[in-house]
Structure formats: structure tokens, C-alpha cells
């Protein structure tokens, strides 16, 4: 019977491709658990096969736990620490004491009991090893067989027992997949899962077009181009942008390919995609244009607070520009990650002589300056009090209407603007007062109190309503102590829905 333990040891080693550790230590735990099931108690076994000659040994044992009623209440599994020490002196809680029994015959043990251990336990090792092979592979191109397609969701084998799954929502819409196709796909995680699937892959990642460049485009592997970003809409279009880090390579004809052959693989891989290729620029103004192609860009303004652009066309290629259903700039703006704003040439114009009598209108308000003044400083890019008070007097004196008594007068006039402005601020602050709950409330200290007040935060209520985002403008604020508040400040809000839940309860029974 020895022989055959090494010999099924061997056999299922072999087969399933796991250690023979794996597999002694599910014999074993098959072996403990025909003993106690012979046994009948709720006693805990332990059983030693000896990997050489395959004899085992098996362990009736106790666990020893501090003196308590515990042990009282389990004797077949639990000892006290006073009893184990009457034969083993130096034990501590947590370990065991041992005694010998007899062993099962391993020909006897039923065989579907230790069948069940030992392919769990083989599963369990194949699933290790499958996370461990692939873990470090997270965030590249995989390639695999289609093995099934379940409700839209598709499994692919990836070889060596490796199953990935490709969610509904991450496979291009409408490509239509059979069982013996082979596809390629982005790995997006790889998941210690106990049951289920591990790996998880995407043919919509925008990733994978990457990949897929890097396999058709020589130079991209050899890092003489360099893929910028990429956009997607999945199936439809797309958009890359690329550079190139050699002087002497045109990177969109590398990638284009001769005949277009490059370009023309990745897109068939991906069912028919569209692909965009442009150069990438420095210059944020420049990428937005080279991103918003084919259109033709007429003008573009930068707002770089709002990190947006307004991107003006001619009228007859608007539809151009925006695309089907918004794509075409949508790509775009993925792919700069600006916000880009598409109008026509007169809409973009319209907008800056609004924008424009809006700013000379505010300039005549609060510098106190005629109409002549205003609109020069709003031509010269000017957009707020700040920027003439703090711009260097040599840029405004390069203004060819201003001389230095004019710019020392504006600049003037623009700092006693900012400093009115500092004191109202202070002197609405003091005004502000926070309601009792609030100054009450557990982790508010009146000095935040007071600020919040003056930001129009009075209540618990008020304080309950905003977003962690909202008090990290409170300088000295962090997101942990916000969070705190925010989550103090609702718990009313909790305690009404949990009455509200009990009455109604109450109201069913």
C-alpha cells in the first residue's frame, strides 16, 4: 500500500502538472479524513506520509488553549494549558499535544472522499500556479482560443489549463465570436479568485490597440516611436498620437505602413476600426489641432483654468469636425485630455466679442477706466484685476498706447481693488456665525466653525450637503478630517432612515 501512495503520488504529479507536495498533502488530508469518519468524534487527526518510502503515521491531537471553559466545552479537540503541562512541561497555548493512533488502510479509504480532496487540492494548486504565471503579465497583450461564449461574456483559453474571461462590456460591440476562434486581448487584472475566473481581459482597452501597433510597427519595439496616447470607440474609430524619437523617421508612415499593411492588420484585428494617426505636440494648442484631423482647425483659445479649448472650424466642415454622434471630438479630447469645445468660425467669433465687451465692461467697473482703456487690456489678453496688478510693468509699458504713468496708475488702481476686496473678505468672515449645532458638533473646533460659516456652511445640515472636495478649499484641511466631518454631519440622515425603516416594520407586522 506504501508503493501505491507513490505511485498515485507520481501519476497525479505527472498528469496535472503540481508538485508532489501538493499532492502527499491532500493524501494526507484524505487519509485524517477517513480516520475521523471511522472514529465517529469531533477529534482533529493528523496524518505524516513519509515522501521516501510512502509509510505514514497518524496523530490523534489537541490544540492547547489557555485554562477557560473553552476547552470545557470541545474535550475531543481542546486541552488547558494546566493539563497539557502534566506531560509536556514546556508547551504554550497554540501548540499541540499528540498521540498516537492507528492508521486507516489507504486501499480502504473511500474512494470518492479521497478522490474529492485530492482534485480540490490539485485545483486549488493549478489556480495558484495560473495567478502566479500571470501576475506579472498584468497590462500586456495575451492571445488565446476561444473556448465558449456564455449570455455575450466570452472564455478563452489561453493554454496550459489558463482560462481567461473577456466581460460582455469590454468586447468590441457586434464582433461576432465562435468557440475555435483564436483572438487577441488586453489582460486588465489578474484576481486570486477562490472560485470563478482569474483572469480578465479587455478588447475595448484602448491599451490594447497599443499592443497591437507595438506587434505591426517594428520601430515602435525598438523605441525609435513612441505611442503617445491612444482613444477608442470600440469597433468604430479611433485616434493615436504618436512621436518620433529619431529626427530622420517619419513616425505616421512607420505606422501607416507600406500600402497602409500596418495599420490596416491592427485594424482588422479589432473588427474593422478605424484608425487615426497623428502627431503628437508639446504644445497643447498644436496636439489639439493635429488631434481634432481630418477637419481643418481656423482658430483655437486655450482656457487653461478650465483646462478647455474652444476649437473653431469653417462652417462647411462643422459636421466634420464633431464627427457621428460627437466621435470625432470626443477622440480628441480623450486623447489630449483637454476638454475641446467645436464651433463654427462666426460662433467662435461671437463668443470672443462677448467674452470681450464682458471683460472691458468689468475693467471700466473696477479700475474705473473709459471704454478706450478697458478694451485695450482686453485685446492684450488681460482677464482679470489680478494680471494688471501683478504683471510686470515693462510687459504693459510694450503696449504701444500706454506709457509708464498710465501702467503706474492702472497697476495702482487694479492692487486697491484686491486689497478692498481682502478686506470685505475679512470683514465677512468676522460677520459669519455659525449655528450651535454646528459649533457643538464632535471634531469641530470654532476656528473652522467660523470659516465655514463664512463660506455659507452654518449648519450641520449645510455641512452634510457637501463633498470632501468642497472643504479641501479650508487651508489646512485634509481628506481624512473632511471625510470625518462630512460623515458626522449626516449622521441625522442615518438615524432617520433606520426610524423610518422600524415604523415601517412595525406598520407590516
Given amino acids: 500500500m506504501n508503493k501505491e501512495i507513490l505511485t498515485v503520488v507520481d501519476a497525479v504529479s505527472n498528469e496535472k502538472g503540481v508538485s508532489k507536495e501538493i499532492i502527499f498533502e491532500a493524501i494526507e488530508a484524505a487519509l485524517a479524513s477517513a480516520t475521523k469518519k471511522r472514529n465517529r468524534g469531533d477529534i482533529d487527526v493528523r496524518v505524516a506520509i513519509d515522501p521516501t518510502t510512502g509509510d505514514y503515521e497518524t496523530s490523534r491531537r489537541w490544540q492547547v488553549v489557555e485554562d477557560s471553559e473553552e476547552a470545557a466545552q470541545a474535550p475531543d479537540r481542546l486541552i488547558t494549558l494546566s493539563e497539557a503541562r502534566k506531560t509536556h512541561p514546556e508547551i504554550e497555548p497554540g501548540q499541540y499535544v499528540e498521540t498516537p493512533m492507528e492508521s486507516?488502510?489507504?486501499?480502504?479509504?473511500?474512494?470518492?472522499?479521497?478522490?474529492?480532496?485530492?482534485?480540490?487540492?490539485?485545483?486549488?494548486?493549478?489556480?495558484?500556479?495560473?495567478?502566479?504565471?500571470?501576475?506579472?503579465?498584468?497590462?500586456?497583450?495575451?492571445?488565446?482560443?476561444?473556448?465558449?461564449?456564455?449570455?455575450?461574456?466570452?472564455?478563452?483559453?489561453?493554454?496550459?489549463?489558463?482560462?481567461?474571461l473577456i466581460p460582455r462590456d469590454e468586447m468590441v460591440p457586434r464582433e461576432a465570436v465562435r468557440a475555435g476562434d483564436r483572438l487577441r486581448a488586453y489582460l486588465r487584472?489578474?484576481?486570486?479568485?477562490?472560485?470563478?475566473?482569474?483572469?480578465?481581459?479587455?478588447?475595448?482597452?484602448?491599451?490594447?490597440?497599443?499592443?497591437?501597433?507595438?506587434?505591426?510597427?517594428?520601430?515602435?519595439?525598438?523605441?525609435?516611436?513612441?505611442?503617445?496616447?491612444?482613444?477608442?470607440?470600440?469597433?468604430?474609430?479611433?485616434?493615436?498620437?504618436?512621436?518620433?524619437?529619431?529626427?530622420?523617421?517619419?513616425?505616421?508612415?512607420?505606422?501607416?505602413?507600406?500600402?497602409g499593411s500596418r495599420v490596416q492588420a491592427v485594424s482588422n484585428e479589432l473588427c474593422g476600426e478605424r484608425v487615426d494617426i497623428i502627431v503628437w505636440d508639446e504644445n497643447p494648442a498644436q496636439y489639439a489641432i493635429n488631434a481634432m484631423a481630418p477637419a481643418e482647425v481656423v482658430s483655437i483659445m486655450v482656457d487653461e483654468d478650465a483646462h478647455s479649448m474652444d476649437v473653431a472650424v469653417d462652417e462647411s466642415h462643422l459636421s466634420q469636425a464633431i464627427g457621428r454622434?460627437?466621435?470625432?471630438?470626443?477622440?480628441?479630447?480623450?486623447?489630449?485630455?483637454?476638454?475641446?469645445?467645436?464651433?463654427?468660425?462666426?460662433?467662435?467669433?461671437?463668443?470672443?466679442?462677448?467674452?470681450?465687451?464682458?471683460?472691458?465692461?468689468?475693467?471700466?467697473?473696477?479700475?474705473?477706466?473709459?471704454?478706450?482703456?478697458?478694451?485695450?487690456?482686453?485685446?492684450?489678453?488681460?482677464?482679470?484685476?489680478?494680471?494688471?496688478?501683478?504683471?510686470?510693468?515693462?510687459?504693459?509699458?510694450?503696449?504701444?498706447?500706454?506709457?509708464?504713468?498710465?501702467?503706474?496708475?492702472?497697476?495702482?488702481?487694479?492692487?486697491?481693488?484686491?486689497?478692498?476686496?481682502?478686506?470685505?473678505?475679512?470683514?465677512?468672515?468676522?460677520?459669519?456665525?455659525?449655528?450651535?449645532?454646528?459649533?457643538?458638533?464632535?471634531?469641530?473646533?470654532?476656528?473652522?466653525?467660523?470659516?465655514?460659516?463664512?463660506?455659507?456652511?452654518?449648519?450641520?445640515?449645510?455641512?452634510?450637503?457637501?463633498?470632501?472636495?468642497?472643504?479641501?478649499?479650508?487651508?489646512?484641511?485634509?481628506?481624512?478630517?473632511?471625510?470625518?466631518?462630512?460623515?458626522?454631519?449626516?449622521?441625522p440622515w442615518f438615524e432617520k432612515a433606520e426610524q423610518g425603516q422600524g415604523d415601517r416594520r412595525e406598520s407590516d407586522a
Fill in 325 to 491: 454622434g460627437g466621435q470625432n471630438v470626443k477622440l480628441a479630447s480623450e486623447l489630449t485630455g483637454w476638454e475641446l469645445n467645436v464651433m463654427s468660425e462666426g460662433q467662435a467669433e461671437e463668443k470672443g466679442e462677448a467674452e470681450a465687451q464682458s471683460l472691458q465692461k468689468m475693467f471700466m467697473e473696477q479700475l474705473d477706466v473709459d471704454e478706450e482703456v478697458a478694451s485695450i487690456l482686453a485685446q492684450e489678453g488681460f482677464s482679470s484685476v489680478e494680471e494688471v496688478a501683478y504683471v510686470p510693468a515693462n510687459e504693459m509699458l510694450e503696449i504701444e498706447e500706454f506709457d509708464a504713468d498710465l501702467v503706474e496708475e492702472l497697476r495702482g488702481r487694479a492692487r486697491d481693488v484686491m486689497l478692498t476686496r481682502a478686506i470685505a473678505s475679512e470683514e465677512k468672515l468676522a460677520d459669519a456665525k455659525p449655528a450651535e449645532d454646528l459649533l457643538s458638533m464632535k471634531g469641530m473646533d470654532e476656528a473652522l466653525a467660523y470659516i465655514l460659516a463664512s463660506r455659507g456652511v452654518v449648519t450641520m445640515e449645510d455641512l452634510a450637503e457637501q463633498a470632501v472636495d468642497d472643504l479641501m478649499e479650508v487651508e489646512g484641511m485634509d481628506k481624512e478630517r473632511a471625510a470625518k466631518l462630512i460623515m458626522t454631519a449626516r449622521t
Fill in 189 to 259: 487584472d489578474v484576481r486570486a479568485e477562490t472560485r470563478g475566473p482569474q483572469l480578465f481581459l479587455s478588447r475595448t482597452a484602448p491599451q490594447l490597440l497599443v499592443e497591437l501597433f507595438k506587434l505591426e510597427v517594428p520601430e515602435i519595439s525598438e523605441g525609435l516611436i513612441e505611442i503617445v496616447a491612444a482613444a477608442r470607440d470600440p469597433g468604430s474609430r479611433a485616434k493615436i498620437a504618436v512621436k518620433s524619437n529619431d529626427p530622420r523617421i517619419d513616425p505616421i508612415g512607420a505606422c501607416v505602413g507600406m500600402r
Fill in 104 to 164: 486507516v488502510d489507504f486501499g480502504r479509504i473511500a474512494a470518492q472522499t479521497a478522490k474529492q480532496v485530492i482534485v480540490q487540492k490539485v485545483r486549488e494548486a493549478e489556480r495558484a500556479q495560473i495567478v502566479e504565471a500571470y501576475k506579472g503579465r498584468k497590462g500586456e497583450m495575451v492571445s488565446g482560443v476561444v473556448k465558449r461564449v456564455d449570455r455575450g461574456n466570452v472564455i478563452v483559453d489561453l493554454g496550459g489549463n489558463a482560462e481567461a
